[in-house]
């Protein structure tokens, strides 16, 4: 690997993880010399980030002015809630039969609620408390054991960790809520209800990302 593709490397992941914890938000303008000074680098390896990025569909580049962060979409937080519910949903009614998975999902769930409380209880940064709870729910997923779903979910993954993010930095407040759900659902789970999870799973999206009951259905 060259010292060129490494640096456009870094770059590219220091920025696209700036976007997703909402350190650019959308509709803000930057440049590449922005981010080269920050990153203590030359400008070409930001031009090389900055360009995959655009072609991912989070920035759009203008000669001579910067680049602009593309914001959520009108309707993109409905559609990310609609396919990880149908996917989470679908998974999850496919443990409930087996104990054995059924468990280890649940411990495996429990131990990413201590980790969500210990970061909290620490520094409470909204940032990295959003990969926690996109891990939670990727756990859910993986249990599931469709490797093709677990692809998909991932394509799904960052947008939700933007998404949660921008809900967090509207209401700080929501990341007590959050746990207490996640709670909920790893209580209902371990019971074996399936109905009660999918519910509570869909309130749960729609009141962290302040979606209204009736939007859509």
């Not at 914890?21 to 981010?35: D, K, Q, V």
């Not at 609609?82 to 649940?106: F, I, K, Q």
Request: hydrophobic share 40%; no cysteine; charged share 30%.
């Amino acid at each position: 690997m060259s010292k060129l593709y490494s640096a456009a490397e870094l770059a590219y992941r220091e920025v696209k993880e700036m976007i997703l914890s909402g350190a650019l938000p959308g509709g803000e303008l930057i440049s590449e010399g922005e981010i080269a000074t920050r990153m203590g680098s030359s400008r070409t390896p930001v031009r090389e980030a900055f360009l995959r990025l655009e072609a991912e569909g989070w920035m759009r580049l203008y000669p001579k002015r910067g680049a602009l962060i593309v914001p959520v979409a009108d309707g993109e937080a409905e559609h990310v809630i609609d396919a990880r519910l149908l996917v989470e949903v679908h998974a999850v009614e496919s443990v409930m039969p087996g104990t054995r998975t059924r468990d280890l999902l649940v411990a495996a769930l429990r131990d990413n609620l201590r980790r969500q409380r210990e970061h909290v209880a620490s520094s409470g940064d909204a940032a990295e408390f959003s990969a926690l709870d996109a891990d939670f729910h990727r756990a859910l997923v993986r249990a599931g054991g469709n490797p093709l779903l677990e692809t998909f979910y991932d394509g799904l993954r960052e947008r939700q960790r933007r998404m949660t993010a921008h809900s967090l930095a509207r209401d700080p407040e929501q990341i007590t809520k959050i746990i207490d759900d996640h709670t909920r659902l790893a209580d209902l789970l371990e019971a074996g209800d399936a109905g009660g999870f999918a519910s509570t799973l869909r309130r749960h999206m729609r009141e962290v990302h302040a979606l209204g009951e009736g939007s859509r259905r």
